[in-house]
């Protein structure tokens, strides 16, 4: 059976020595934007780095659609998602199970 292809799945991607050396040079010159420059949702919280202080109404990665909506998190996708246990287990199989990296999927998906 020919392998299924998932386009743009999981990319761009950096290499490990990349990622914390952009890490490193971001942490270094960049300040910590002022809460109210950044959020403009009022549900986001101040982060401690830079590159953690994006809020869903300036990313544009998000999963579900914002019309009509202040915040992402009302979204009742959100729930389903984001927020749901099972689904955030079977997405964390799959990541594993596709980059082989960190450890070893489960057999079994159980509640333990
Ligand atoms: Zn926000
Ligand atoms: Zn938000």
């Given at each position: 059976m020919a392998e299924m292809l998932h386009g743009?799945?999981?990319?761009?991607e950096y290499t490990d020595e990349e990622l914390e050396l952009r890490n490193s040079v971001q942490a270094a010159t960049a300040e910590l934007p002022n809460f109210s420059d950044w959020c403009?949702?009022?549900c986001c919280r101040q982060m401690p780095t830079p590159g953690e202080c994006v809020c869903c109404r300036s990313?544009?990665?998000?999963?579900c659609s914002l019309s009509?909506?202040?915040?992402?998190?009302?979204?009742?996708?959100m729930q389903t998602v984001v927020l749901n246990e099972d689904v955030l287990l079977v997405m964390y199989v799959q990541m594993i199970r596709d980059t082989g990296k960190h450890g070893r999927a489960p057999d079994m998906l159980d509640d333990k």
């Open positions: 743009y799945n999981y990319e761009p403009q949702c009022s990313s544009d990665v998000t999963v009509g909506l202040q915040c992402i998190t009302e979204n009742r996708r």
